[in-house]
T-cell receptor
Framework: NAGVTQTPKFRILKIGQSMTLQCAQD?????MYWYRQDPGMGLKLIYY???????DKGEVPNGYNVSRSTTEDFPLRLELAAPSQTSVYFC????????????FGPGTRLTVT | GNSVTQMEGPVTLSEEAFLTINCTYT??????LFWYVQYPGEGLQLLLK?????DKGSNKGFEATYRKETTSFHLEKGSVQVSDSAVYFC???????????FGSGTQLTVLP
């Protein structure tokens, strides 16, 4: 199993550009999450999904959109990039009935200039 | 609401020193508590967990005890190694929530 994979690893965007951060998991997990990690801060939840076709906002959803058309994939869309979105983005997943352990991807480092 | 407070870093220790990273929490209900570790360039990994009061979680020589009376879950290791250099996150989840609440993380550097 590859676990949770994220692409790209690094990206530099100009203000106003759009991009999609990809996340995929091959563990058949129901739950998937997107977090952002700012320097010296903990992780903040952006969006999460409890299964295909179902998504919900987390703590900091503004400026982002998500979709979950399959169990495996959970892309995060930035429509109009802003410098405040410079961060490291982590995707995570967990199986149904196991709230204790989330499996994290390696992260995407995004810089908006 | 739920919150987690960790001791501020960075923490720098010599190899074989004793480690304590403090973590206290505020939660509605009875939370499960976790320590996650993030090695350089990687995502977070679950290090240990405790799901009820007085439980002790342990893994790779690290330990933490769920103290309900002091709302704490301090991480300890008797003898740290250079390979323990990482960022450590305390986290919790309550039954009514669907997501983890993380502390701000503590950077640990162990020098040879």
């Amino acid at each position: 199993n590859a676990g949770v994979t994220q692409t790209p690893k690094f990206r530099i965007l100009k203000i106003g550009q759009s991009m999609t951060l990809q996340c995929a998991q091959d563990m058949n997990h129901n739950y998937m999450y997107w977090y952002r990690q700012d320097p010296g801060m903990g992780l903040k939840l952006i969006y999460y999904s409890v299964g295909a076709g179902i998504t919900d906002k987390g703590e900091v959803p503004n400026g982002y959109n998500v979709s979950r058309s399959t169990t495996e994939d959970f892309p995060l869309r930035l429509e109009l990039a802003a410098p405040s979105q410079t961060s490291v983005y982590f995707c995570a997943s967990r199986p149904l009935g196991s709230p204790h352990e989330q499996y994290f991807g390696p992260g995407t480092r995004l810089t908006v200039t | 609401g739920n919150s987690v407070t960790q001791m501020e870093g960075p923490v720098t220790l010599s190899e074989e020193a004793f480690l304590t990273i403090n973590c206290t929490y505020t939660a509605t209900g009875y939370p499960s508590l976790f320590w996650y570790v993030q090695y350089p360039g990687e995502g977070l990994q679950l290090l240990l967990k405790a799901t009820k009061a007085d439980d002790k979680g342990s893994n790779k020589g690290f330990e933490a005890t769920y103290r309900k009376e002091t709302t704490s879950f301090h991480l300890e290791k008797g003898s740290v190694q250079v390979s323990d250099s990482a960022v450590y996150f305390c986290a919790l989840i309550t039954g009514s929530a669907r997501q983890l609440t993380f502390g701000s993380g503590t950077q640990l550097t162990v020098l040879p």
